[in-house]
């Protein structure tokens, strides 16, 4: 039934234009209700009728009266004209209208009769209360029971309450959804009833659902809604379930706790302190974290000392929920919290890592700095004798500076990155954090920190990590400064971040390097891995220069030069000419034949074609062959330009496989 209505809805679109401009315009602009009630009476169910019947329903609903109800009234049994008939009773006032809606409910059946209900429900129709009830002892229809209880719930007078009541007294329905209307119909009566002033039977009727045989979800959203009723009596309550209630109900608990008004934080919260030490650790955290989640006045001057109290003598997770709350509150005292990470540092407790970054990074920069620095009093001895609790913490402040990218902490950082024998994680952390807060002018004390570092993958991570942050050709400058006053190894370790960098300053500083004997090999060993693609043109006319220079490393040098060509993204034309120019400079063989890597990386008829041009040098003429044909099966379809390149492998080539695979192209169609 219903895929055909919504077939026949779909028609209604295209019964739209059969429907003349005129004739629509003349029942929409309408105020002559008799002519309206003219309109939907008239025979036929063709879908031109029923569009014009449902746009004088629409109009109907703007200025019809009781002398429209029985016309609209005669098509709610119809399916397809039930909806917008009803779209102008609901809002047509007056008793007629309420009347004529519950007359219908014992001729109608199906979506027709769930839609008549739900109008009553929209109208709050007092009246139609004990009808439904009759209709709801006769149905066996799921949905229309479901309607039923919707309807009473949006009514929410005393009968219609009290007959929700005595169906949630019943044994319950087989049909979850059945439950949760039921439970849905009570919540929203005890909403209506609260915007009354009728609290305390709203969190009546609340409690009642909380506390029935319902779906899970129904029964969080009853105790969630009946404690907020309950306002400043609600603290018991709230000390009950916090205290011994299922982690269901202290979830809902806690929830409730971050929303209840102002007005009555002062008893709730008070008496929430009170019981705040009695609980398990793990729900003395949750519960600070929850009350520090308000917002208003009262709750924070009543939670700062409780919370201060913590900081000093609580457990590590309570102490790291205070410290959270803290922040939140905007009003804790930094002296405060600093002695509280050196207590914590000091002693042998668990500490949640993870939990321990979040709470000082969540407080306000003017809190948080400081205790964020506290690694700048640890000494070597302590730095290298770490207990599994000053690790946790050091770490967390660690993370934290980098977070906050607090530029005072690199002094630090620097110390525990040369301190030797420090934890390798600890190490790490501070080396990260480094690259993420230095500036242009502490850039050295991230190279300084990394001298000692053997693993070059993460040299050029933390490297790179700075001066992706940094302007690049300040940057370059600032470390190009550095250069001249750093031993060999410090030098080989500048010319890696240089090629971190990138750019025209950092690529200057590695070719004039190049040139030094004593930095030669790192320096033409950097050209070979340069990796900004902007810095082509530079970088091929340094390396093409110092491959025809008499320089031991012209091997590498040509080797870098053509690598440009291979791997970066350069127009076709500039990568064969520079395959020629690496040809023609290149004088080991295996260098030569590096340049139709090139060509297999570009699959166009102009690289077969410069492959074959090589097919007159003997040593490369098969190689060359073999690119041509490799390209060739890669290019979709063929032409003419193409087939005579083929034909021209099999007129110079010797391989049989070749003039094989070179056979299959000129075949393809």
């Given at each position: ?246 982690d269901n109900d202290f979830e809902v608990a806690l929830k409730t706790v971050r929303e209840f008004s102002a007005e009555d934080s002062e008893p709730i919260v008070n008496k929430l302190l009170d019981i705040c030490q009695n609980l398990p650790s793990e729900r003395q955290a949750l519960l600070i974290a929850a009350l520090g989640d308000r917002t208003d006045n009262v709750s924070q001057n009543l939670l ?362 000129l075949e393809r169609q």
């Open positions: 039934m219903k895929k055909y209505i919504h077939l026949f809805l779909a028609a209604l679109v295209c019964a739209a234009s059969a429907v003349s401009a005129q004739d629509q315009q003349s029942i929409w602009n309408s105020k002559d209700e008799s002519f309206l009630i003219q309109v939907i009476e008239q025979p036929g169910n063709a879908p031109e009728d029923i569009f014009k019947k449902n746009l004088a329903c629409k109009r109907l609903a703007i200025v019809g009266s009781d002398a429209a109800v029985p016309a609209l009234a005669a098509m709610l049994s119809d399916d397809l004209l039930n909806l917008n008939a009803r779209t102008a009773l609901e809002v047509i006032p007056g008793g007629t209208v309420d009347r004529a809606l519950i007359d219908s409910l014992s001729t109608l059946n199906g979506i027709s009769l769930i839609g008549v209900i739900d109008t009553l429900a929209m109208r709050k129709v007092d009246d139609a209360t004990a009808p439904l009830a009759d209709l709801l002892a006769k149905t066996e229809d799921n949905d229309v029971k479901k309607a039923i209880f919707n309807a009473w719930g949006y009514i929410a007078s005393d009968e219609s309450i009290d007959l929700l009541l005595g169906e949630l007294s019943k044994e319950r329905d087989s049909d979850y959804k059945v439950n949760a209307a039921l439970a849905d119909g009570l919540i929203r009566a005890a909403s209506k009833l609260d915007s009354e002033g009728k609290t305390a039977k709203a969190a009546e009727l609340c409690g009642a659902v909380s506390e029935a045989e319902l779906p899970q979800f129904n029964k969080n959203g009853a105790l969630y809604n009946q404690l907020l009723y309950l306002r400043a009596d609600a603290a018991d309550k709230l000390v009950a379930i916090l205290t011994n209630g299922d700062l000392p409780f919370l201060e109290e913590q900081i000093q003598n609580g457990k590590s997770d309570v102490l790291v929920a205070a410290i959270k709350a803290s922040g939140r509150c905007g009003k804790a005292d930094p002296n405060r919290i600093y002695e509280a990470l050196e207590t914590l540092y000091r002693a042998e407790k668990d500490v949640p890592y993870d939990s321990l970054v979040e709470a000082i990074a969540a407080l306000p920069p003017t809190v948080g700095n400081k205790p964020a620095l506290l690694i700048a009093d640890k000494t070597s001895d302590e730095l290298t004798s770490l207990s599994d609790t000053q690790k946790a913490v050091l770490l967390a402040q660690i993370k934290v500076l980098e977070l906050r990218r607090i530029a005072e902490g690199a002094p630090a950082l620097l110390e525990i990155a040369n301190t030797k024998g420090v934890d390798s994680q600890v190490r790490d952390s501070a080396v990260a954090a480094l690259s993420e807060i230095v500036t242009l002018d502490e850039l050295n004390f991230l190279v300084s920190a990394l001298e000692q570092e053997e693993d070059e993958s993460k040299v050029d991570w933390y490297l790179r990590a700075a001066c992706t942050r940094l302007p690049r050709e300040d940057c370059a400058a600032a470390v190009v400064k550095m250069y001249d006053e750093v031993d060999k190894a410090g030098k080989e370790k500048l010319l890696s971040l240089l090629k971190q960098i990138g750019g025209r300053t950092a690529l200057s500083a590695v070719v004039k390097a190049a040139s030094d004997p004593e930095m030669a090999d790192k320096a033409t060993e950097i050209l070979g891995q340069w990796n900004t693609p902007e810095d082509a043109a530079p970088l091929a006319t340094a390396c093409l220069n110092l491959a025809k220079s008499s320089s031991k490393y012209k091997t590498r040098a040509i080797r870098a030069y053509i690598r440009i060509p291979r791997q970066f993204d350069l127009p076709e034309d500039l990568r064969i000419k520079m395959s020629k120019i690496a040809f023609d400079t290149a004088t080991r063989p295996e260098d030569k034949g590096l340049i139709f890597e090139i060509f297999k990386r570009m699959i166009t008829i102009n690289s077969v074609n410069a492959a074959l041009s090589y097919t007159d040098q003997p040593e490369y003429c098969e190689k060359a062959c073999e690119t041509a044909v490799f390209i060739a099966e890669k290019i979709n379809g063929t032409s003419p330009e193409l087939q005579e390149a083929m034909k021209r492998v099999l007129e110079t080539t010797k391989s049989q496989d070749l003039k094989d695979r070179a056979s299959k192209v």
